[in-house]
């Protein structure tokens, strides 16, 4: 798991062991902290909500949604609402059509968030069947809402620009790239991602 300090640093010291470059990442900017989500429908409508808007925007757009359907959102009622009540709550009619078909899921028992499946490529195809939700998306949701370790968002491109910085690459690494290396960094790719995460952070501080 990569919810606690503990577990992660675990994680950590054997990437370090793996790798040196990860070993040099912390010595120059420290470990990074567990990143928590909310497991459960209302974190992936959080991330639904907050596609293709500023922070400021997703954050107006929740809480309309929360005041109208309460936290975490009533599924049944959200399902009732009309088009136009939650286009009134700042929803495109894009995000109404992904908010119920994750509501329709749930709803249906289709979509078990308490009980996703334990083998990670068959929870994500699981949840890439809610629309509007990709592969990335549910490898973030996987990786903070649950903590599990291997979890791996090679095509998060913040992750690409730092794993190449980290590893002294020429250019950007591809996601199939980033896929194929971070092979020998099982079973703790989560918290590799994290590093990257953390150290992108601390080099964009620094500028």
Do not use: C
Request: aromatic share 6%; no cysteine.
């Amino acid at each position: 798991m990569v919810r606690t300090t503990e577990s992660l640093n675990h994680s950590l010291d054997a990437l370090a062991a793996a790798e040196p470059a990860f070993a040099r990442t912390m010595k120059s900017h420290g470990r990074p902290e567990p990143r928590l989500s909310e497991p459960g429908v209302a974190t992936l409508m959080r991330t639904i909500v907050g596609q293709q808007v500023s922070v400021a925007a997703a954050r107006s757009m929740w809480a309309k949604l929360e005041a109208a359907f309460g936290d975490p959102p009533d599924l049944e009622r959200l399902l009732a609402a009309s088009d136009e009540e939650l286009r009134a709550l700042g929803q495109s009619r894009q995000k109404t059509g992904y908010l119920r078909s994750l509501a329709s899921l749930v709803r249906s028992g289709e979509l078990d968030l308490a009980n996703l499946p334990a083998d990670d490529d068959e929870a994500i195809e699981l949840l890439t069947r809610i629309k509007g939700i990709g592969r990335w998306s549910a490898e973030i949701y996987l990786l903070f809402a649950e903590g599990r370790d291997d979890v791996w968002p090679a095509g998060d491109l913040a992750v690409q620009i730092e794993l190449g910085r980290m590893l002294g690459l020429d250019s950007k690494p591809t996601e199939k790239y980033l896929r194929d290396l971070a092979e020998a960094w099982r079973p703790h790719r989560g918290a590799a991602a994290v590093l990257a995460w953390h150290s992108y952070n601390k080099v964009g501080t620094a500028l």
